[in-house]
């Protein structure tokens, strides 16, 4: 079973930054999939809940360089 999250990202300013986000956040074990939208300042992450969790997920967010609200 999985849970989706849509978490708000500030710093993404273009696709390389999407890029960014995505990679650091596929790199994580349980991460299924990642859409991150600069223009929307979002990122829509499904992951295994049993595998990892909201808070490894926004840290990953943060040490790629960006903010999370």
Sequence with gaps: MSESASINVTGMKCG?????VSTALKAIDGVLSVKASHQDKKVD???DPSKTDLDE???AITD???SVE
């Design 16 to 20: 390389g930054c999407e890029n960014t």
């Design 45 to 47: 992450v499904e992951f």
């Design 57 to 59: 997920i926004e840290d």
């Design 64 to 66: 790629a360089g960006f």
